[in-house]
């Protein structure tokens, strides 16, 4: 391996945050690594926790329980005969699928189980979350760019 090559290889570490290389090419093996102050070890082999459905609780409790951030473990009606559209997975809340567009549900509107509500941003995979219901949003309960938590309650849908 020339000098060259060697400064490609540092450049690329740079560019990606990478503080560490090995590599064998033909028989050479060359291992390269930043001084200073290392990160923790990232355990990418790891199997990441799978969420663990949790007995659904009593609608007093829930509604004693607090506002939208605790995040209801089951569909909550409300006196309206609303119900919480909650969110499937953990992520950031997108409202419409690029900044100039619309959003994809509104208060006021009328959603199918077809209908798109939003998309989540989970480990860089954009997810499109259905309705699942039809009925008429209610209210909006999260911000664009919001970060949400599993089964935190995303919208308020009539059915």
Do not use: H, W
Not at 10 to 36: D, P, Q
Not at 96 to 106: G, V
Not at 130 to 154: C, H, R, T, Y
């Amino acid at each position: 391996m020339d000098l060259r090559e060697l400064k490609k290889l540092v450049a690329l570490m740079n560019e990606s945050g990478l503080v560490e290389v090995e590599m064998t090419l033909g028989g050479e093996r060359v291992v390269v690594k930043k001084a200073g102050p290392q990160p923790p070890p990232q355990y990418a082999y790891a199997p990441a926790p799978m969420p663990q459905a949790m007995p659904a609780a009593p609608v007093a409790a829930a509604a004693s329980g607090g506002g939208a951030s605790a995040g209801a473990v089951a569909p909550r009606s409300q006196a309206d005969g609303a119900v919480t559209f909650n969110s499937p997975m953990v992520g950031t809340f997108y409202a419409s699928p690029n900044p100039d567009a619309p959003p994809f549900a509104r208060k006021g509107d009328r959603v199918t189980p077809d209908t798109v509500l939003c998309l989540i941003e989970a480990m860089k995979v954009f997810n499109e979350i259905k309705a699942e219901m039809s009925g008429e949003i209610v209210d909006v309960l999260v911000s664009n760019q919001e970060a949400v938590e599993f089964n935190q309650p995303l919208y308020l849908i009539k059915p």
